[in-house]
DNA sequence: TCTGGGGTCCTAGGACCC
DNA sequence: TCTGGGGTCCTAGGACCC
């Protein structure tokens, strides 16, 4: 058996921690550069907002209902992440950290002295002890039904936060109730599909034949409809090296010079060189891409994107940056007001420790190696940028993102520590 | 005025090989 | 007149997830 531990409106709830006067009212958490909800509280729900909603098109609903909003601090997130996955892992041996608010937990053997039901009840409320985040939990013998059963859990008080899908009976149940648009694995698209073939509930969707199902919806529908079914067949990795690293932003302000585009862009290739060593790979393809505003139909637009490949290997923030300068000035198109920019690493290998080639034109990479070593630990110890490369620049006046609720880096930075008057 | 960021996997189809 | 069969590799784009 699986559970599955999803944290209820994760941001919401964090932010909450810190700010206890918030319980019961309605609070949203915006998207960076404070474009969209991307979390929210059943509260805000019920004042009638949604995940996605341009800020600034429900204005006058934050302000009627006095919602609570907050710019997004995933800095803080993670790091609340990380205390509730620790909490998991001292009690269970084997945990799958999934996302930042959910974690998958094998139960194999968990059930000597109690239910499973009761032993993550006790779990969940250790979590709530420890770190004020409550969770939904969802026990069944696949990690499709585990997640089925965490929103029931979520959605009626008298699971108590666990919710089991432990026999059949109960699995045809949940998969008569449950919206078949909240499958995990069926989206949009093959929700159309099924509804146009007269599948209207999850149950509906596993009763048909498997050779059906391969027919219509491919190798992913199969797996979901034997997850429905009972029989365990998705793996997620718990150790997972990323094989693409991205990083963008919206700017808060369109930008038009060459000067502020390549500190931006130089900025992002420093952020995904740093991701990449954290992740101990190397990588070999730089590719950079901009774009206009294609909000504004009223300006010129513009979107293109390029790539660089090196001939070794590498996690050097400087030849990443290198690479990347190269590529935005063959795309730069002046004239143009750009909104968004990001540089994307592919060719992701893990690194090796000692290699050699015959034709490599940095001779000296050990000790490159070495320097970039202290700039992340100068960079851990006393912030991020604290050591940066002079291209990125100083002032990121010019390209920077909107964030204007942010609440303070409260569990990772020794000046922004909460403060409490008595 | 203001509209997010970061991922994975699969399939089809083209280009190529013998 | 009739014009095969069996592969691999790569990429773009679709679909999905949080």
Redesign the pocket.
Known sequence: MYALVDCNSFFCSVEKVFHPGLGGKPVVVL???D??I?ALTPEAKAAGLHR?D?I?KVRDIVERNNVHVFSTNMRLYAAMSDRVTDILRKSITHVEK?????SFCDLEGYDRYHTLTDFMRGVAEEIRLYTDIPVSVGIAPSKTLA?IGSKFAKQYEGYRGVCAIDTDAKRRKALSLFPLSD?????????EKLLYHGITTPLDFADRKESWVRSHL???GVQTWLELNGTPCIDTHEI?R?????????FG??IADIASLCSAIASFAASCAN?LRGQGSVARTVTVFVMS?R??DDLPQYANSASRSLSVATSDTMELTSAAMEALMSIFLPGIRY??A?V?LSDIVPAAPFEQYLFDEIKNRPQRKDLMRVMDDINCRHGVKTLHLAVEGVDKEAWH?RSEYRSPNYLTDIDEILTIKI
Do not use: A, Q
């Open positions: 998207s960076s550069n474009g969209c991307v996605g341009p600034f999934y996302s930042i608010d959910e997640k499958v995990w694995g069926i989206g949009r698209h093959t929700l491919f190798l992913p997972r990323n094989t693409n690293i991205c990083t963008s932003r919206s302000n369109m991701k505003n909000f504004r909104k968004k990001g994307v993102v």
